[in-house]
């Protein structure tokens, strides 16, 4: 089989992330090498054999691989078609460097939650205007990565904090078209972003970024109806642009911007 590589690689506006990186390779094999940044990686077909502190390790689809900044590490294909991995390089400080040695004895976690959840982030990163989701969601990754290195174990259940909650939800009713990050909420509201993200969801069933995303596309449906086009709708209802608009408004509502509401009453026609 010929050698491959197929990467895509950016910096999405997300605090914390460095990199987004996502490749194919077959016949390829990385040096040694060392990062400065958290390598958080899962490997979706195939799989990759390393070394991380002389001692080897592996990397099959059911699990998440978090390689600590600073320690050497290689990388190369465990099976003959190669492998085809999503990888997020994450600032140093997401972590903290007390877990680095945590991480040198375990870094390859068992645990379906997470590489969901790694998986669903890396869906948000790649669409332009899911920011506050995909910062979100990071948010609770980190908190369960930090669970995995310091005890194992994710048995804490969610605190109630009603009133949190509704702090909350008064800023993003607040901000609906211009948004904010969920380190300015935090700040607002003087909260660790992960228990605020959990008081949310334990109080209304639905995730901040949810809520924020439900509350601009009713905005959007008066606007429609007021007889204003899709695309001027999408930024004045605080979507990316008109694909972000219809994406969400097509998910939540089952039809497009367009062909919702064209003006004319039913019962006139």
Known sequence: MAARQEVSAWRPAVPGVVEVFHAHFTGYAYPMHVHEAWTLLIVDDGAVRYDL?????????DTVSLLPPHVP???????????????????????????????????DLRDPVLRRR???LHSALARPGDELEADSRLTLIGERLRKHLRTGRDTAPPRRDPVLAGRLRELLDARVVEGLTLDEAAGVVQAHPAHLVRAFSTAYGIAPHQYLTARRVDLARRLLLDGRPPGDVAAAAGFYDQAHLTRHFRKLVGVTPGRYGDGRNPSAR
């Open 53 to 61: 502190d002389r001692h080897e390790h592996g990397t099959p689809h």
């Open 118 to 120: 790694v998986g669903q």
């Open 73 to 107: 590490h290689n990388g190369s294909p465990a099976t003959s078609g190669g492998f085809r991995k999503r990888v997020l390089y994450l600032d140093a400080d997401v972590l903290g460097e007390d877990l680095i040695g945590a991480a040198v004895d375990a870094p």
